[in-house]
C-alpha cells in the first residue's frame, strides 16, 4: 500500500488521501473488522484503495468478527456489486506460469463476478441442531438466491467491458443443476440484443474450469455469479503465474469504486519488505481510469510497471535467475524513476 501510495502522490493529481483500518489491523485496534470510522471515510470517498485482509492470527475468531466479514461489509454496504479482476500474462513473466508457454502466450482474459449476492450474502444461513433423518444433529445451510435485476446489471457491465476488448462474452453458470443460474442463463440472453456487436456464449462452471486451464486464451470476458467468480478469478490468476501482479476493481452503479490487489494478504512474508507491491500500484493504475476518468494517468502507471518489468526488476515472487531481485521499497522506486 505504501509503493503505491507513493505513485499515486508522484502523479500529483491533486487527491485527498485518508487513511483507515479495515480487516485484521481494524480487528486489533478496535474489535471490529470494519469500524464505524473507516465506514464514514469509505461512504464519504470516490474511491477506496484496499489493502489484503486475513491472516491465521484471526483465524479462530468467531465469523462476524473474523477480517473477511470487513471486506464483505464494506462490498455490501457501497453497493459495489460488480468486480472486474484481470488475468493478464506479462510477456516477461511468461515463465512465471507452470502452464506450456503456448497455452498462455498473449493471455488477457477480464472476469467479471458479482460481487454482492448469491450464496454470500443470503438469508437465511447458519449452523443448527435440527432432527433430520431421525438424527438430532448439526445442520449446516445457506441460502443460493439471484433476483433478475441483479443479474441484468452484472451483465451490463459484461457487454459494456466486452465492447471496448474483443466483443466477447461467456457467461458461466450451473443451469443443468440450479435454478438461480437457470434464472442468470435466461436473463442473459435476454440482455444479449441489446448489444449484436457483441457474442454471448454460455458455459457450465465445471466445464469453465477445465477450459480455463486447457484453452484459456478461448475467453474473453468471462461473467459470473460471487462464488463461481471467486473461484475461477482465483484460477485465472494462477494461468499467469504471477498472482502477484494482478489488480482489481469493484464498482458501483456511479463507478464509485474499491480497489485492491487479487491476491491475499501472504501473512508468511507480512512485514518482511519483500512483497510484490505491482498488483497494488496496478490497482491504483484501475482506480484512475474507472472511478476518476484518467485514462491518461492510469496508462503512465502501466507503462511504467512494464518499463521496470522490462528492466529486470523482479521480488521474490517473480524471480528468475539472470534478473534484479528487489524488496518491496525498491520495485517502488522503480517504478517512481519509470514514471
Ligand atoms: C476474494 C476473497 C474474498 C471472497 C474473501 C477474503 C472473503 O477470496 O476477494 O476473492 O471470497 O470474496
Ligand atoms: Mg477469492
Known amino acids: 500500500m505504501a509503493e503505491a501510495v507513493r505513485v499515486l502522490k508522484a502523479l500529483d493529481l491533486g487527491f485527498e488521501m485518508e487513511e483507515a483500518h479495515l480487516g485484521g489491523c481494524a480487528v486489533d485496534a478496535t474489535g471490529n473488522p470494519y469500524p464505524e470510522a473507516t465506514q ?16 491465521p492470527k484471526w483465524d479462530t475468531l468467531p465469523r462476524e468478527q473474523r477480517p473477511e466479514r470487513g471486506l464483505l461489509g464494506i462490498r455490501k454496504q457501497l453497493g459495489l456489486f460488480a468486480n472486474l479482476r484481470p488475468a493478464i500474462l506479462y510477456p516477461e513473466l511468461a515463465n512465471a506460469s507452470t502452464l506450456k508457454p503456448e497455452v498462455v502466450a498473449g493471455l488477457d482474459i477480464l472476469i467479471v463476478r458479482e460481487l454482492t449476492g448469491d450464496i454470500y450474502f443470503g438469508q437465511p444461513r447458519g449452523i443448527e441442531v435440527r432432527d433430520v433423518d431421525g438424527l438430532s444433529q448439526r445442520f449446516g445451510f445457506n441460502t443460493m438466491h439471484y ?4 443479474i441484468r446489471r452484472i451483465g451490463r457491465v459484461a457487454f459494456e467491458a ?13 443451469m443443468n443443476v440450479l435454478e438461480t443460474t437457470q434464472l ?14 457483441v457474442e454471448l456464449t454460455h458455459m457450465l462452471v465445471d ?26 478469478s482465483d484460477e485465472a490468476s494462477m494461468l499467469t503465474g504471477s498472482i502477484g501482479m494482478l489488480p482489481s476493481a469493484s464498482l458501483d452503479a456511479n463507478n464509485k ?12 512474508i507480512a512485514g518482511k519488505g519483500i512483497a510484490n507491491p505491482l498488483a497494488t500500484i496496478l490497482s491504483a493504475a484501475m482506480m484512475l481510469r474507472y472511478t476518476f476518468n484518467q485514462e491518461a494517468a492510469a496508462q503512465r502507471v502501466e507503462a511504467a510497471v512494464k518499463k521496470v518489468l522490462a528492466q529486470g526488476f523482479r521480488t521474490g515472487d ?3 535467475p539472470g534478473t534484479k531481485k528487489v524488496g518491496t521499497k525498491e520495485m517502488g522506486d522503480a517504478v517512481l524513476a519509470a514514471l
Not at 40 to 55: H, P, R
Not at 258 to 268: F, I, M, T, V
Request: glycine share 8%; charged share 25%.
Open 162 to 174: 466486452a465492447r471496448k476488448r474483443n466483443k466477447k462474452v461467456c457467461s458461466v453458470d450451473k
Open 184 to 197: 442468470w442463463r435466461d436473463v442473459m440472453i435476454e440482455l444479449a440484443p441489446e448489444y449484436p456487436d
Open 318 to 320: 517473480i524471480y528468475e
Open 207 to 232: 466445464n469453465a474450469a477445465m477450459q480455463l486451464v486447457k484453452a484459456p486464451k478461448q475467453f474473453d470476458v468471462m461473467v459470473t455469479g460471487n462464488m463461481f467468480g471467486d473461484i475461477l
Open 40 to 55: 464514514k471515510l469509505a461512504q464519504a470517498a470516490d474511491a477506496v484503495l484496499l489493502g489484503a485482509v486475513g491472516g
Open 147 to 150: 433476483t433478475e435485476s441483479e
Open 257 to 268: 469504486g474499491l480497489y485492491e490487489p487479487s491476491h491475499g494478504s501472504a501473512p508468511d
